[in-house]
């Protein structure tokens, strides 16, 4: 952006299209960006629309949508870190898209970089020859000339046309309170200008546009834009629900053939319940709720209600540092406080009548002698790590479930693990422990390869006989009888002493496998009584003990807030 004179040097930033605070923090890209550069190559000038996206397992949707409306990518490696477990996912992800990929080999003027190496293991690993990649520093400029020319000799130019009937696609969108929805799009075929009148075909809806720009990176009004050129639309569209990523635009008077093939929704593989914390409104929640779904189309929410925390909602997220991302953009930028249970993962379950059904929750479980069998969903994970640490990952495996495929080695100090998971184990602390145990360099990249049938069991938290539907879990038989102790020694602690006796139970169907019992305060009800005859004295404890018979009965034992959400915490 700087040889092209996009951005002064004045104007010039750290992290310059990373524009969500919480990017900045965290220096990582959570949103792709757009900009479109006018790059000069010798006598002639070139336009570079480009798309930065997010390199993490969690956002790979956003890399999906970005990869359908470009013509090439640069596979940015750290030549201090080698290649990435993700580096492996987004490059085959651009080979399926049948892109042409450029390796560049960015950070080579650090003291501790080993570019050399670096294209070694691209090579090795990807199958690409490390006689293509581009050597560059980002932060001093060397080698940039060299990878604008291979971006502009080994990169195909579009192929649209631009007097076809028009076809765009969105890839993206956000909102904006005073303009509207602003569409991001990549014009396939023909042109669209300003004033025109659209059609978005998956919708059946037809706007007039106002207002049409390119990223420069700035929002920059043109009067159209032609086949293969990226930008901005807005067109007064006022609704969340009328714009859908992947939809197709055209002419609303000479509309095109078909639409574009658009995008697979997200296969959501991560759920949690968001309720509105004190002070907050349950409105306020989907407001709030419904302007991120826009800016962010790969999480889903629907309405649930718990006995303990009132009206929520079931939130759907491709992965756990996803689902934190949301939770953080729902406090900062909408200044919405959350009640946030513990994430669990989607499973599968055959009936006895054939019916195979998809559960979010415990709570959601047929019966069980309608069951034929549970399956949890199974992952395969790409684990990149120094050789030396290969016998502590292989031992964090074995403790949660994991069954050895394979073990690759990219180079004489780093090899690439395979293995095969339930999401259910590594969903809460394995990311943690294998940076502990890597100290810090292992890398993972995971995706879905489907369901297995497993020894599954519905773990049902009761109170005095009574089943808590928001504490029940689905879990492995072999990891119920440990899980359910923990939870009922959590539960002891935050649950205050009453007048009568409270039994906590854990139980799988009928058969309880775990109990904790709540002492009842003793009131000494002889204390007055002083001389006499034992009578006496066994006449009032007789009373007493009566008492907290019927009171049992009819006594309600209330479960605090603060008490589900330290059951619902991950053990360690």
């Known amino acids: ?86 580096t492996v996912a987004n490059a085959y992800a651009a080979v399926g898209n049948d892109l042409e990929v450029v390796p560049v080999i960015n950070k080579i003027d650090l003291p501790n970089a080993n570019p050399e190496d670096t294209a070694l293991e691209v090579e090795h690993v990807l199958g690409i020859s490390a006689d293509n990649v581009q050597f560059v520093s980002a932060k001093t400029g060397e ?60 919708r059946q809806r037809t706007y007039q546009i106002g207002e049409i720009g390119k990223f420069r990176p700035r929002m920059t009004p043109v009067e159209q834009l032609a086949a293969g050129e990226t930008g901005y639309m807005i067109a007064s569209i006022r609704t969340l629900q009328d714009v859908t990523v992947g939809d197709t635009i055209t002419h609303a008077a000479h509309p095109a053939p078909g639409a574009l093939p658009g995008y697979q929704p997200p296969q959501h593989m991560v759920f949690c319940d968001f309720y509105p914390s004190s002070g907050e409104t349950y409105d306020a929640l989907r407001e709030a709720l ?63 009548d054939g019916i195979v059904k998809r559960v979010e929750s415990a709570g959601d479980l047929p019966d069980a002698s309608h069951i034929e069998e549970l399956r949890e969903p199974i992952i395969e994970v790409q684990i990149i790590t120094p050789a030396e640490s290969i016998g502590s990952i292989m031992q964090l495996a074995e403790q949660k479930r994991g069954e050895y495929k394979k073990t690759e080695y990219l180079s004489p100090q780093r090899v690439m693990l395979t293995y095969e998971f339930p999401f259910n184990e590594i969903l809460y602390d394995f990311y943690d422990k294998l940076k ?63 007048q009568f006796e409270i039994i906590l139970q854990a139980a799988i169907g009928s058969k309880v496998i775990a109990r904790e019992t709540i002492k009842p305060f003793r ?26 018979k019927r009171m049992k009965t009819i006594g309600r034992v209330h479960i605090p807030q603060k008490a589900f959400m330290t059951v619902l915490e991950p053990e360690d």
Request: hydrophobic fraction near 35%; glycine fraction near 8%.
């Open 436 to 498: 502990s145990v890597t100290r810090g360099y292992g890398t993972m990249d995971y995706h879905v390869i489907g369901y297995r049938a497993s020894e599954l069991v519905k773990l049902d938290i009761m109170v005095n006989g009574v089943p808590v539907d928001a504490l029940s879990l689905i879990c492995h038989r072999s990891r119920a009888e440990p899980r359910g102790r923990r939870f009922l020694v959590k539960l002891r602690r935050e649950i205050g002493r009453q």
């Open 290 to 352: 419904e302007r991120l779904s826009l800016n962010d189309s790969s999480f889903t929410f629907k309405p649930q209600h718990s006995d303990a925390l009132g009206p929520g909602y079931r939130c759907g997220f491709l992965g756990l540092l996803h689902m934190d991302i949301v939770q953080e953009r729902l406090e900062r930028e909408c200044g919405i406080s959350v009640v946030q249970t513990a994430p669990s993962v989607t499973y599968e379950v055959a009936l006895r």
């Open 1 to 86: 952006m700087q040889r092209a004179g996009a951005v002064s040097e004045r104007e010039l930033r750290e992290q310059t299209l990373d524009d969500m605070e919480l990017e900045r923090e965290r220096g990582i890209t959570i949103k792709a960006s757009v900009v479109t550069l006018d790059m000069k190559v010798g006598d002639r000038t070139y336009m570079f629309n480009l798309i930065d996206t997010p390199g993490h397992v969690d956002f790979h949707y956003e890399v999906d949508r970005a990869l359908a409306a470009c013509d090439g990518a640069l596979l940015v490696v750290d030549a201090t870190q080698g290649v990435q477990a993700q």
């Open 143 to 202: 080698g940039v000339e060299a990878l604008v020319q291979a971006i502009v000799e080994h990169l195909p130019a579009p192929t649209g046309e631009p007097t076809a009937p028009l076809q765009a696609l969105i890839f993206d969108s956000e909102y904006n309170d005073y303009r509207g929805v602003i569409c991001y799009i990549r014009v396939m075929h023909g042109t669209v200008r300003k004033g025109q009148k659209i059609l978005l075909m998956g």
């Open 523 to 548: 009131k000494h009800v002889t204390a007055k009584c002083y001389g006499g005859d034992v009578t006496r004295k066994r006449k009032l404890l007789e009373k007493q003990k009566a008492g907290k």
